[in-house]
Nanobody
Framework: VQLQASGGGLVQAGGSLRLSCVAS????????MTWFRQAPGKQREFVAG???????RYGDFVQGRFTISRDNAKNTMYLQMTSLRPEDTAIYYC??????????WGKGTLVTVSS
């Protein structure tokens, strides 16, 4: 499975972006789908995701600013980001979990938030 993340770019603080992650194969509600991010010099961290039960979780830093969604018919996951802060600057990666042992990563999309 290949994942293509897009939607990143340069935005001013307080602005919004919508990221998309398209899978090359069909996805369903049994797949976990997750957004991670990695800022320069930092470890990759969890942003938001759907678990095996379809429940949504967010990283603590999100604080209501991001909304994750998915459209299985389009094999796509989204991340709507609002009230962006300079500290949100990072490469955002999508992850697809297939069963208990397989996972796939996209190449990431760069989000840069200027102050």
């Amino acid at each position: 499975v290949q994942l293509q993340a897009s939607g990143g770019g340069l935005v001013q603080a307080g602005g919004s972006l919508r990221l998309s992650c398209v899978a090359s194969e069909s996805i369903n509600s049994r797949n976990t789908m997750t957004w991670f991010r990695q800022a320069p010099g930092k470890q990759r961290e969890f942003v938001a995701g759907f678990d095996l039960n379809g429940d949504i979780r967010y990283g603590d830093f999100v604080q209501g600013r991001f909304t994750i969604s998915r459209d299985n018919a389009k094999n796509t996951m989204y991340l709507q980001m609002t009230s962006l802060r300079p500290e949100d600057t990072a490469i955002y990666y999508c992850n697809l979990g297939v069963g208990p042992y397989k996972e796939y990563w996209g190449k990431g999309t760069l989000v840069t938030v200027s102050s």
